[in-house]
């Protein structure tokens, strides 16, 4: 099961580093700390998905069902909640700043779409 969100999350932070580029944030020792200050929330997110989904009962289908009903919509309220949190920063103009913005944004967007989405998918697919 570990491996399985570990496996998820390194797609997560690719996708993160390809869309710093487009928007505009270069890798430099600056984003590259910050992005690897951001694996816990990518971690974070799908571990309560995947812990979820080891404690429901039934079968493949109906453990991800049950595991989306129990911890999907409090994992979406902490992820959405970080975001409000960090849009405050978006209006700063430092440049350690606005990376630091850009960065955990695009992780959390990242990490809720893998943990909500693709984890569940990959947990009834490959998971006995």
């Given amino acids: 099961m570990l491996s399985i969100i570990l496996m998820e999350c390194y797609p997560e932070i690719v996708g ?5 580029t ?4 270069r890798l430099e020792s600056v984003s590259i700390i910050t992005v690897i200050m951001s ?3 990518a971690v974070d997110l799908s571990a309560h998905i995947g ?3 080891v404690k ?3 079968d493949r289908h109906t453990k991800a069902i049950s595991a ?3 911890i999907g919509w409090p994992v979406f309220l902490g992820a959405l ?7 405050v920063l978006a209006t700063v103009q430092a440049y350690i700043v606005q990376i630091f913005f850009k960065t955990v944004f695009l992780v959390i967007i990242f990490s809720m779409i893998h943990g909500l989405v693709l984890l569940p998918i990959l947990l ?3 998971v006995r």
């Fill in 39 to 41: 694996i816990g929330f």
């Fill in 56 to 58: 429901s009962d039934g």
């Fill in 16 to 20: 993160v580093i390809g869309f710093m």
């Fill in 124 to 126: 009834t697919t490959i």
């Fill in 81 to 87: 909640s970080t975001v409000l949190g960090i849009l």
């Fill in 51 to 53: 812990y979820a989904y």
């Fill in 68 to 70: 989306l009903e129990t």
């Fill in 22 to 25: 487009f928007w505009g944030v």
